[in-house]
């Protein structure tokens, strides 16, 4: 289905959907890719925060009316993943599958809507066979020693970044800027050999595996086609991840921007650290659920700034909980005012203001409550 221009909603003052700040026209259908995860671990608060707020930026879209297609990928083509996999006995598929199915309770769990596009990368090989040879079709990549390698050096400018600090950042994430074979440092593999006692598949530059980022640039483009409308991540992946795959989709398409908006969720702290599976420094949605539920656990992860990053405390929990205890005594409260109703639609179109919206549902009552539990799936 082409895309076209979606309806105003009903009850809102009709200004529009604004998202980082700018209006965002929405298509119909609004295709929103996902950056999944890699499923070697249990699911952190870090995560959830970043699945629920895609939830809910799909939720408010389709608040007007607009339908919406979403993807969220699962990355289990991943070297830590395959090194774990084998320290316990499995295959990287067969673990792969049982912490998604984890991770899928999770989500559950915090009302997350499954997407209608959940690609493996396993099952995407070829997708990225076919991207590497459009790479090397229009001169954007060149093959070595059964590398095909992408011509990155203008990547860090185009994410804002020196680059020194790119330097850092590609090291840090699991790129290799010093490998010797790569005309620039910012060059990253769209195809790659595999590892001894790693999965490998066929391409025409011998067996191997696709890069990270080309992974997620050909599932999306083989779910959501040339052009997104809202690319979505943790704050954390705006640099490689999301500029690489940015670029080599926009480099294989000719189309560009691959996505017309960003939506980067604030990173999650535990005691002023990045929460991270690397550093243990977790706390984990599996441990919440036993304290309380999964809508005041969406609480606690919505009602602050999307971008902005922030700490979690374990008051915050209880803090939570009653904020939405109050939302349910104020949805019991008498119809409301169509006023109202319309101050907590515009507060989640005005990129996607939960605090605003949520006081004005809890001073209105009624139908702006109610309004505002149903579209943030708090019941
Ligand atoms: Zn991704």
Redesign the pocket.
């Known amino acids: 289905m082409e895309p076209h221009l979606g309806g105003q909603v009903a009850g809102t003052s009709g200004t529009g959907f604004v998202l980082g700040g700018a209006p965002l026209p929405l298509t119909v259908p609004t295709r929103i890719y996902v950056?999944?995860i890699t499923p070697y671990d249990v699911t952190h608060l870090g995560h959830a925060s970043t699945f629920v707020w895609a939830d809910v930026l799909a939720r408010v879209v389709r608040m007007t009316g607009t339908e919406t297609e979403v993807t969220r990928?699962v990355?289990d083509v991943d070297d830590v993943l395959t090194r774990t996999a084998a320290d316990r006995g499995r295959t990287y598929d067969e673990f792969g599958l049982r912490q998604e199915f984890w991770f899928d309770r999770a989500m559950s769990a915090l009302h997350v809507r499954a997407p209608q596009h959940t690609p493996h990368a396993r099952h995407h090989v070829r997708h990225v066979v076919a991207l590497a040879a459009a790479l090397l079709e229009t001169d954007a990549a060149y093959e070595r020693d059964g590398y095909v390698y992408f011509r990155g050096a203008d990547v860090p400018a185009s994410a804002g970044l020196d680059r020194g600090s790119a330097l850092a950042l590609s090291a840090e994430y699991g790129d290799d800027p010093d490998d010797e074979r790569r005309d620039d440092p910012f060059d990253v593999p769209v195809w790659r050999p595999s590892g001894d006692g790693h999965p490998a598949w066929p391409s025409p530059w011998g067996p191997g595996r696709p890069g990270w980022h080309a992974?997620?640039a050909a599932m999306a483009m083989a779910t959501l086609g040339g052009v997104l409308d809202v690319l979505v991540?943790g704050a954390d992946?705006a640099f490689p991840?999301h500029a690489y795959?940015v670029a080599m989709a926009g480099a294989a398409t000719g189309a560009g921007p691959f996505a017309r908006r960003q939506f980067r969720v604030g990173t999650v702290g535990l005691d002023g650290e990045k929460m991270a599976k690397s550093t243990g420094n977790l706390v984990l949605v599996q441990d919440l659920l036993e304290q309380t539920s999964g809508a005041a656990l969406r609480m606690l992860l919505l009602d602050r700034p999307w971008a902005q990053a922030w700490d979690f405390r374990s008051g915050d929990i209880d803090l939570a909980a009653q904020r939405l205890e109050e939302l349910y005594v104020a949805a019991g409260r008498k119809p409301g005012s169509a006023a109202a109703v319309a101050a907590v639609g515009d507060a989640l179109l005005h990129d996607l203001d939960v605090p605003t919206a949520v006081n004005h549902a809890i001073d209105a009552g009624g139908d702006a409550a109610r309004l505002a539990i149903r579209t943030l799936a708090l019941q």
Request: with cysteine; charged share 10%.
């Open positions: 950056c999944g990928n990355t992974e997620c991540g992946l991840h795959q």
